[in-house]
């Protein structure tokens, strides 16, 4: 409960620890202290527990079902035309079927075969056409540590 004195409110300030304080960056925005996790510097063995893509404009979802790396990037590829795809995307596209060859794989809801990538550079791309799609992006990870983040794009 505040105090006044003077006719001022005191905020009474509890301090309370952060627990793994070492996962936050520490941002200042108009005058407040911010805590924002970290974003880890390697997905290899990171876990997705959750995640939800939706367009800003319509509400409708991209992706909710899938926790795979490429299970995600195709979902919000679906959403896409081929064109837009091909002019932005920064994996190797072929429109054939290269299922198996030299890491392709071939989708054929898109009727193109892309070259396979790691979780990082796959996670590249994602944030790349969450951004470029002006979608919103809700995401559960567990680390490698075993905590668990969320993060929003």
């Given at each position: 409960?505040?105090?006044?004195?003077k006719?001022?409110?005191?905020?009474e300030?509890?301090?309370?620890g952060?627990?793994?304080?070492?996962?936050?960056?520490?941002?200042?925005?108009d005058?407040?202290?911010i805590?924002?996790?970290?974003?880890p510097?390697?997905?290899?063995?990171?876990?997705?527990l959750?995640?939800?893509?939706?367009?800003s404009?319509?509400?409708?979802?991209i992706?909710?079902?899938k926790?795979s790396?490429?299970?995600?990037?195709?979902?919000?590829w679906k959403?896409?035309?081929?064109r837009v795809?091909?002019?932005?995307?920064?994996?190797?596209?072929?429109e054939?079927?290269?299922?198996?060859?030299k890491?392709?794989?071939?989708?054929?809801?898109?009727?193109?075969s892309?070259?396979?990538?790691g979780a990082?550079?796959?996670?590249?791309?994602?944030?790349k056409?969450?951004?470029?799609n002006?979608y919103?992006m809700?995401?559960s990870?567990?680390?490698?540590?075993?905590?668990?983040?969320?993060y929003?794009?």
């Open positions: 409960m505040p105090k006044i004195i006719e001022k409110i005191i905020k300030i509890v301090f309370e952060i627990d793994n304080i070492e996962y936050y960056d520490f941002i200042q925005e005058g407040k202290l805590l924002r996790p970290k974003f510097k390697s997905l290899t063995g990171v876990k997705i959750k995640c939800i893509i939706t367009n404009e319509t509400n409708s979802i992706s909710n079902d926790t790396y490429r299970g995600i990037m195709v979902n919000i959403s896409m035309s081929k795809i091909m002019d932005n995307t920064t994996f190797n596209i072929k054939s079927k290269e299922n198996g060859a890491g392709y794989y071939y989708q054929k809801d898109l009727k193109f892309f070259q396979s990538k990082n550079e796959t996670w590249k791309e994602i944030i056409m969450v951004r470029l002006q919103h809700d995401v990870l567990q680390l490698t540590c075993g905590k668990k983040m969320n929003c794009v």
